[in-house]
């Protein structure tokens, strides 16, 4: 069974902390994405990585930054956290060239005060 | 640019009612798939199904089916006699190309909440 793990399900920061959000896959996957759910909007994606440091801006990277120094891993970076920030956000990861589903996290609920 | 609609925001329908749910999609290339996921209570994505843009053949699983018609440009869901662990949140997905780098990203829809009640 593909594995996506992501290290929180709930978690909650102050305005202008620094937040890491981590994603492992244990497929040998290359392709991993971060995306972000608000209701009525969807899922939108935040930034995609094709391989080991390699990443690519989505639709909505303003804010963000990513992290693929392994391959299994994937991190999400909020530089200073703000509260337009609060949102659920889902990792995953797929092999490259595949047109077949992408395999999900959990996801991470944040909640910025 | 890639665009996927589902106007409908929220469903609610009583227990062994059939729910329609439409996808309406937009894309420049020949050769892209289509997809639906379900999203629970507990917040997981599961995969329904996937379609590619060669094959308009309908589809059944069960209770659901899926009617893709590329001269409408569209994908719709149906739960046939709805049950209340129906109830989700419903997500159409479009992506391109998967041989273009990183075509095999996403672009979802916002989302159907269904509300199969007793």
């Known amino acids: 069974d593909v594995k996506v793990t992501q290290s929180s399900r709930y978690l909650v920061k102050r305005t202008g902390e620094k937040v890491f959000l981590e994603c492992v896959q244990d497929m040998d996957h290359e392709n991993m994405f971060w995306y972000r759910q608000d209701p009525g909007l969807g899922l939108r994606l935040i930034y995609f990585s094709y391989d080991v440091k390699m990443k690519e801006k989505g639709d909505i990277p303003e804010g963000y930054s990513v992290s693929r120094e392994k391959k299994e891993r994937f991190s999400l970076i909020l530089e200073s956290a703000s509260t337009n920030q609060t949102s659920m956000y889902l990792c995953?990861?797929?092999?490259?060239?595949?047109?077949?589903?992408?395999?999900f996290g959990p996801g991470t609920r944040l909640t910025v005060t | 640019a890639q665009k996927v609609t589902q106007a409908q925001t929220e469903i609610s329908v009583v227990e062994k009612e059939d729910v329609t749910l439409d996808c309406v999609y937009e894309?420049?290339?020949?050769?892209?798939?289509l997809f639906w996921y379900k999203q629970p209570p507990s917040g997981e994505l599961v995969f329904l199904i996937r379609?590619?843009?060669?094959?308009?053949q309908n589809e059944i699983s069960g209770r659901y089916s899926w009617n893709f018609q590329k001269s409408t440009s569209s994908f719709n869901f149906t739960i046939t006699a709805s049950q209340v662990v129906d109830s989700a949140v419903y997500f159409c997905?479009?992506?391109?190309?998967?041989?273009?780098?990183?075509?095999?990203?996403?672009?979802f829809g916002g989302g159907t909440r269904v509300l199969v009640k007793p």
């Open positions: 997905a479009l992506s391109e190309e998967p041989l273009k780098a990183a075509g095999n990203k996403l672009t």
């Open positions: 894309t420049r290339d020949t050769t892209y798939y």
């Open positions: 995953a990861s797929i092999p490259r060239g595949s047109s077949f589903e992408q395999y």
């Open positions: 379609r590619n843009s060669f094959d308009e």
